[in-house]
């Protein structure tokens, strides 16, 4: 019997959810787990900018009040509106822009099927469509069989890298001993992509080529489930318990399309201070490599200051805890601790700022034209945001108020003037 969910069982999980019901009693209703729901419908949710009636779509904060009028410099395609909030091009040509997020989107479950004011809200919506979220099940289960799992960028990727060593007469063994946290792949992997042909080297530059009888697809990178003993979310409380003084950094990566670059984003959740650097790819080695830039650019006693404790999840990037928490020549620099899988909300602070970042980069825009200077700027916006939370101060301000300013000097991060402040698509447009 299939595991998959049907398009009849999604059409019923819409109608639990347009009565309000929840994710225990919509899987009463469809008779699964509470959590396959839960992840199908974050899963397979659409994100729709509408309004009601004649009342366009329009998530200002300003709105209710606004009569601005010529906001598009007399280039207005809608001529007929009295006022620019009833244009759907408001949002994106008005300097006094700020957006409204309804925050009950960001709770269980997770989208506005049910809501009271779904028929008088002009924000942005999240909709779970049986007919759409079947659409989207089916190409992803299409895409999943079509040809070998992996993306153009990441084969020309491992492409560079394996290919010069195998014709300097290296054997794909020590290639892999050499290079596993860079490679994000297993051994068997690299001899089946050299003898598919995916890589300019060949079987005949092989010194010794090894043959297997066919076998069972297995997963392409396996992470070593004894990273995480000592380090799971219950050994990190027991040592916040032990060490009630110190503070929490927490750690995550954000992908812009699957194999190209990636974004490793550190959050001090106490100040909501965010900072984030361009990966060439999401790999160990890559994690590591940034934890050793850090560790030479701010200096050992600055750096055990700012990362005393660090909290991530279970990605395979974080895979290697002990080249993270420990400096090349061996002295202990932070420690390292992970969520329980499938816990993200353990480190909720983090994935709420990122929210942020997804307002300039929006999910499947490709961060390969990036540079290290457009994050660092995209960084300087976001942290000069003002935040409740902090009594309405900027993270700038919070975090140079606990730690000083020395971290802003050498990573070059300068506070953007309120004014100034774009937290759109227009910040990184060329």
Known sequence: MSNYTTYEERMEIEMCLFNGLSFSETAKEVKKDRSTISREVRKHSVIEKTGYNATGYNACSHREGCTKVHVCSGNCTRQSCKYCKTCSSCNDNCPDFEEQICINRFKPPYVCNGCAERNRCTLEKTLYIAAKAQKQAEAEISDSRKGVLISEEELTRLNTLVTPLILQGQSVHQI???????????ERTLYSYIDQGFFDARNIDLPRKVRYRPRRKQQEFKVDKGCYVGRNYTDFQSYLAKHPDCHVVQMDTVIGTVGGKVLLTIHFADTSFMIAFLREANTSQSVIDVFDFLYKKLGRALF????????TDRGSEFSNPSMLEYEPEGIRRTNIFFCDPGAPYQKGAIEVNHELIRRILPKGRSFNDLTQ????????????YRRAKLNNKTPFEAFDFYFGNK???LLHYVPIDPDCVILTQKLLKR
């Open 373 to 384: 200077e457009d994050v660092d700027r995209m960084m300087c916006h976001i942290n000069s």
């Open 407 to 409: 971290l802003f000097e």
């Open 304 to 311: 055990e200051r700012l990362f005393p404790v660090i909290l």
């Open 176 to 186: 892999y001993c050499n290079k596993a946290d860079s490679l994000m792949c297993s």
